[in-house]
Structure formats: C-alpha cells, structure tokens
C-alpha cells in the first residue's frame, strides 16, 4: 500500500536523481567524451517512470523533467517537453499493450525510447527551425547501444530506490 507521505518522497527523490543526471549528462559526460554521443542517462529514468508509475504521476514527473533538463541543456524547452511527453505516450500505449517486467523488457524500451526521442527531435527542430539539422545514424546508433548497455545497472538502482522510499511499483493489473 502506498501512502501519500511515500508518494511524494518517491517522486521527489526521482526528481533529484533526474537533476543530478540531467547535470551530469549535459556537463561532465561531454567533458570527458567530447561532442560524441553519450548515453542518455535521463531517458533511462523516464522509461523506468512511464512503465512504472500511474499515468497522471508519470505525466507530471515527464513534464517537470523535460522542462529542466531542457533549462539545463541547449536544447529549447518546449522541444524538450514535446519529445519527452510523446516518448511517455508512446511507452505507456506500449506498456498496456506488452507489459512484462523483465529487465531485457526494460532494456529493449530505453532503446526504443532513445532512438524515438532523437527521431523526434530531429522532426521537430526541422518543422521549426529555419535550418534543417543533419541526422547523424552513427552517432543515433551509438548513443542507443551505448544506453541500453547501462539500462540493467540504472533499473537494478531505480528498484533499489523504490524499496527505500517504500514506494510499490504498479503491476500488470493495476495499468
């Protein structure tokens, strides 16, 4: 059972965790790999979200994460926004549909979502820009292998933290 207290410090210690990743992905990776592709440590944690928390919770932890990630990067906000949220829409038509709770499941997803939100961005910055950017597969390619080989260590971490905040994962009957 899960009480509001619970709750709200599940969500707020998932939002921390996303600070320190958005921080640590838009500074200290490219620090030390260079303007090459990087794994997607923050679209890990909104996987894990949109498969593992209730629609309404998810939305608003989605929103709240892509607007300051977006803040803490070069990339416009409400680009961010719009990426973030059609990568939860997508993921949570796709947890009801096959929803298993495997970590190869959970892996396949961040792959999915990674290359979905660079498709999206990519789509997007081209509607809205006045110069189209290059779609770089290499590098795409690179920063979705390069993710889904550290996805097994971050939801190993992720449920670990949902133990401590004592937080119950929704299940296959609750979706």
Known sequence: MNRPSWV????VVFLFIFWIFAAFQSSVIHWLLGWHATPQLTIILLTFIALHRRSTEGYL?????CYSSGVMSTVLESVNVFAGTCIFLALTAARKQV????????TW???AAVFGYHLVMWMTNGIFDSVIPN???????????MTALSARVFLA??????????RVAVGELEL
């Open 135 to 145: 779609f770089f597969v290499l590098d795409v390619v690179s920063a979705v292998l």
């Open 99 to 106: 929803y298993q709770g495997s970590p190869v499941h959970f």
């Open 157 to 166: 971490f992720f449920i670990w933290v949902d133990r401590r905040t004592k």
């Open 61 to 65: 932890f989605t929103f709240l994460a």
């Open 109 to 111: 997803s961040v792959m």
């Open 8 to 11: 709200i410090w599940n969500f």
